[in-house]
């Protein structure tokens, strides 16, 4: 399976289905995530409704199915079945790690790979990883999730945006990398949920976690979930680069702003400015080219190097490449 590409919106129950397509239309959205079940409980009427009321607007559906401690032969067959029907894709689900079981997410991939469920095709989300956690239930699960990692980047699980999207995401992929045995694609998940007794978040305040994905230059994200996802939160969502759908004959340098309006009138941020790599290139060239310091440019740009489980060679570059230069 190729790269995803674009920007998604999970769904969680199919009444959802009018507020997503309205907030993909807004925000250039690509991908509706459909949950198809949750623990040992499959949906087969979502799964077969929801999958062509998706495609008949022109977009990719993938689904999803929420992982508990208890699983049975019904949570394998919400995966191979949305496969089957013509998903994308399937995400695995976890929202937590500790006291999650292992044992049941264990079998259940051992009976992925029985029936020959294409791997490639799976994605992992999960929160990012922090030093104490209990890792053996993503342990269980990374063999078969051979798509990539979509890292849950709520807002309920810090007030810090670039604690959680640079530290414990991409600072962590080296870390991630043992135990996937590779370093996997990363698509990030942004959500403004916070727990149920913090104030609600307020349009700026989400600012900082757009921008923490936005200066990683990523090819696709998607936000979870649209029922709590405010309307004000949207043209912010909009105005990110995805780099894989830059459009031919556009300038190699593209300067871009977001403007949010907030109670106390209308704030315009800067957005991060990205260069296509070509063969002429080289790192210290594009380096010396745009002023900036060599630590800034592999703070901004060394994932790309990392991800591929390649060494920041300063001579080595990819024709193709989305490198942030300012």
Not at 270 to 280: H, L
Request: aromatic share 8%.
């Amino acid at each position: 399976m190729a790269h995803l590409c674009g920007k998604g919106i999970w769904l969680t129950h199919s009444h959802d289905f009018d507020r997503a397509v309205e907030m993909a239309t807004r925000i250039g959205g690509t991908h509706l995530l459909v949950k198809v079940g949750h623990g040992p409980i499959f949906f087969p009427e979502t799964t077969r409704d929801m999958l062509q009321r998706v495609r008949s607007l022109g977009l990719i559906a993938i689904a999803w199915v929420q992982l508990t401690g208890a699983s049975s032969p019904d949570t394998r067959r919400a995966i191979a079945e949305s496969l089957n029907r013509g998903y994308e894709a399937v995400v695995l689900v976890l929202t937590q790690h500790v006291g999650l079981p292992s044992a049941p997410l264990q079998a259940l991939a051992e009976a992925l790979v029985d029936v020959e469920i294409p791997t490639q095709r799976l994605f992992l989300a999960s929160p990012p990883l922090v030093d104490s956690m209990d890792r053996s239930a993503l342990e269980a699960l990374v063999s078969v999730c051979q798509g990539g990692w979509m890292p849950l980047c709520f807002a309920a699980q810090s007030d810090d945006a670039i604690e959680v999207i640079d530290q414990e995401v991409y600072h962590k992929l080296d870390a991630l990398s043992l135990i996937w045995g590779k370093t996997p694609d990363v698509y990030p998940v942004l959500s403004q949920s916070r727990s149920s007794d913090a104030k609600e978040m307020l349009p700026e305040e989400f600012i900082p976690w757009v921008e923490g994905i936005a200066r990683h230059g990523v090819d696709f994200f998607s936000i979870y979930d649209v029922a709590s996802t405010e309307r004000a939160l949207w043209p912010m969502v909009q105005a990110v680069n995805v780099a894989c759908m830059e459009t031919e004959g556009r300038s190699p340098v593209q300067d871009k702003v977001m403007s949010v309006s907030t109670a106390a009138g209308v704030t315009t941020v800067a957005q991060p400015v990205y260069i296509t790599v070509k063969t002429s290139d080289s790192v210290w060239g594009i380096i010396s080219r745009h002023g900036l310091k060599r630590e800034q440019f592999w703070s901004w740009n060394g994932h790309m190097w990392d991800s591929r489980g390649l060494p920041r060679d300063p001579d080595y570059l990819q024709e193709g490449w989305r490198l942030r230069v300012k």
